[in-house]
């Protein structure tokens, strides 16, 4: 079983930064991949990044490409997001998914473990 926390979110202005992180327990955490998803009210549940298990191979959605970078620390089992130029349309729930398989997934469906959630809030 694997359990994933994510760090808590925040409150920030419009262009500021935010990082998040989600430590998992496990000692397989370095061999699956990884991602970030978010959902904000009354929307879909939508695919930020992700990572590979080496951080070989690295993926964004457009909406937050070039703002948005993923990373992991497989020594300490913890997974980052660092949020720059946040926008007020990039406020959700954001959640960290473990996937069991070492490849990319893009997609809910694709992953295994999820976090409880933590907000994000951008203000205008």
């Known amino acids: 079983q694997v359990q994933l926390v994510e760090s808590e979110g925040g409150l920030v202005q419009e262009g500021g930064s935010l990082r998040l992180s989600c430590a998992a327990s496990?000692?397989?955490?370095?061999?699956?991949?990884m991602g970030w998803f978010r959902q904000a009210p009354g929307k879909e549940r939508e695919f930020v990044a992700a990572?590979?298990?080496?951080?070989?191979?690295?993926y964004y959605a457009d909406s937050v490409k070039g703002r948005f970078t993923i990373s992991r620390d497989n020594a300490k089992n913890t997974l980052y997001l660092q949020m720059n130029s946040l926008k007020p349309e990039d406020t959700a729930v954001y959640y960290c998914?473990?996937?069991?398989?070492?490849?990319?997934?893009?997609?809910?469906?694709?992953?295994?473990?999820w976090g409880q959630g933590t907000q994000v809030t951008v203000s205008s």
């Open positions: 998914a473990l996937r069991k398989n070492s490849g990319l997934g893009y997609f809910r469906g694709e992953y295994d473990y």
């Open positions: 990572i590979s298990w080496s951080a070989g191979n690295i």
């Open positions: 496990g000692r397989t955490f370095s061999t699956y991949a």
